[in-house]
């Protein structure tokens, strides 16, 4: 099967329904919004490194797409469309299959299309580029903390990390099955995004750590912070699996996907309902304050001594 | 070295200029032009496949860039910016200096800036991400195509693809510095694509053969063609080393980068003034008909009984 034909049958869908023009020219065209910015990011998942031969095709189809999503909620953007850049070892058309179900199953559900790309032979590599829109000015950036501000957190924290370092000590039959979807089949807080372009003044998607991506907040936002432990979401089947490492756990675990925002103390009942209206727990968690440091302090307000390190790719 | 530390070294050169917001937040974000599309284009390296490990790094950086400028070239798209995904075995610091010197040369000839992507650890490969302005409605695409439009192509052809075989086969020696520049450093017809805008009616960059991309106009367009042998701009530095198999050569071999178009007969004195101003010979090599075939004919309008096979990336 060559290149066209390989495209033909497992990724060409017909004509692109939100854009000018999707597959088979030199390039695909996006029409923005009037008074609107396209918002992109791309992510490289790459064999034996973010994930294993042995992953099921559909989740790596999922996944691939999903921490692309990721960063365009942490955006405020509305996903409408993606490039895929897919190196293969070989044509295997059961793994095509279930890679396209997961990817298109994601995709169609977020109305994302698949526009364009690029397909050859060689060790098993994807690459998508993702676009949303947003209105012009209304990005969540990750510069906009400010003192004084909230600081926010979605859903439970901790899980999926958690779960992770389980399957490699091969313990990974003891996880839950809403756990181990949640790893394999994370969700990206797209709705969460959109509704908190008004309400939010920096937000950013923990795939560092929530250390890690706090740090790139108060980096860009040259602020402080000061984070609760006690009112930490943490997943409960780590605390109880692991009570007397799950704050750690949930400061440093990256590839959780939700979002970590901060907002004015004003939007708090605005936030509360909007958790509500999503069914969606949404955290508070600590508070921005002036300097540089990022402290975590305990329930009677005492700084925990050392911070575990965050996430990085290359070590 | 991590990855942040990495990034910040090599690929974050301080704040986007040309769009809202590049290096350093979840996504990046472009702002598109009144009545302006995006055109977006992505190309996969791959070592071993599409170079070999004792490439240049400054001709890779260069090279990695200049497929995804032809394509937008290809589209008559203005560049603006672009993202890089690259997994890297090691971090090599001289390799890195080189690959960004090449990469950021032409980037900045053509004003197109580094936006984000993404850095992982993993065998070498580099996939960019491409994005250029056009106007509503003025994208030269691969189906705009009538019966009755002269067939053209830009530069010289037949000349890169020779040279690549000349190599494998341990004569790269004999290669002209012209040449061998050519196929290490092509140049994107990035001027002449935006030109055509209003004088071309499809166009496709040469990246799968002359007669593999007329391919792809004729089944986009729903027309034929007719290729006229005698007319073909065939490199000399080929016609002078391999007389008996120029123009197979010149029909069918890839990675050529020039531009192949149709425009309507009307427009053919003001494509050979624009060909003059851009000091780019632009050649007339024949025509589109009425039918679904391509036809070759020599100078005395006979078709050649058999075309050679297009270039194609899994075999």
């Given at each position: 099967m060559g290149e066209f034909e390989l495209i033909r049958r497992f990724?060409?869908?017909?004509?692109?329904r939100r854009s000018p023009l999707g597959i088979g020219d030199d390039c695909a065209l996006i029409a923005p919004r009037e008074h609107g910015q396209i918002a992109v990011t791309s992510d490289l998942l790459i064999e034996g490194r973010h994930?294993?031969?042995?992953?099921?095709p559909a989740d790596l189809g999922h996944k691939a797409l999903a921490v692309n999503l990721s960063d365009l909620a942490a955006m405020g953007a509305e996903p409408f469309g993606f490039l895929l850049s897919v190196s293969l070892p070989g044509i295997d058309e059961a793994w095509l299959e279930g890679f396209t179900a997961g990817l298109f199953a994601i995709a169609d559900r977020h109305r994302c299309e698949l526009l364009g790309g690029d397909t050859t032979a060689g060790p098993l590599s994807i690459n998508i580029t993702a676009f949303g829109h947003v209105p012009a000015g209304a990005a969540l950036r990750r510069d906009g903390a400010q003192p004084g501000d909230d600081l926010w957190v979605s859903g439970e924290i901790g899980g999926p990390s958690w779960a992770v370092g389980e399957r490699y000590a091969g313990?990974?039959?003891?996880?839950s099955a809403t756990l181990a979807a949640r790893l394999d089949r994370p969700e990206p807080r797209v709705a969460l995004g959109i509704e908190l372009?008004?309400?939010?003044?920096a937000a950013i998607d923990l795939s560092d750590g929530l250390l890690g991506d706090l740090g790139h907040i108060v980096d860009r936002s040259r602020v402080g912070a000061e984070v609760d432990e006690a009112a930490l979401p943490i997943a409960a089947e780590l605390v109880a699996a692991a009570p007397q490492r799950a704050i750690e756990q949930a400061l440093s675990g990256g590839d959780e996907y939700e979002l970590l925002f901060t907002a004015p103390p004003e939007n708090r009942s605005a936030i509360a309902a909007l958790g509500q209206r999503l069914e969606l727990p949404l955290a508070r968690i600590g508070r921005i304050r002036d300097g540089a440091s990022i402290v975590v302090q305990d329930a009677r307000g005492r700084p925990r001594a050392s911070l575990p390190r965050s996430h990085e790719h290359f070590g």
């Open positions: 990724f060409d869908r017909g004509p692109a994930f294993f031969a042995d992953v099921l313990r990974g039959g003891a996880i372009r008004h309400l939010a003044s």
